[in-house]
């Protein structure tokens, strides 16, 4: 009932910027936690970015400086604005978000299906 679709993927020179976008649909009552991940080939996927639904963020120490997360819960959209990139940011960036479908239902996880975010040198 509930996806999570991303969106501001592309290629871009080393030291431009690109915004990212991720909106939440379906059957929402409210969401927690979002947060933006990433995953290189070959690679583990890691966290990039977490914001809280009190808006409290956390950064990967090698985004912090460059990468800005916030979010529109009215627009039930989190967005990752990325500066002044680099080659090693070259990645498929993934959003997730904790929801709440109704009042009295559990946590439900869910991530986006990715966008792909290239550097070139």
């Known amino acids: 009932q509930v996806q999570l679709v991303e969106s501001g993927g592309g290629l871009v020179q080393a030291g431009g910027s690109l915004r990212l976008s991720c909106t939440a649909s379906?059957?929402?009552?409210?969401?927690?936690?979002m947060g933006w991940y990433r995953q290189a080939p070959g690679k583990q996927r890691e966290m990039v970015a977490t914001i809280t639904r009190g808006g409290s963020t956390n950064y990967a120490d090698s985004v912090k400086g460059r990468f800005t997360i916030s979010r529109d819960n009215a627009k039930n959209t989190v967005y990752l604005q990325m500066n002044s990139l680099k080659p090693e940011d070259t990645a498929v960036y993934y959003c997730n978000a904790g929801i709440h479908s109704d009042p009295r239902s559990g946590l439900l996880i869910r991530w986006g299906q990715g966008t792909l975010v290239t550097v070139s040198s």
């Open positions: 379906g059957s929402i009552f409210s969401i927690a936690a």
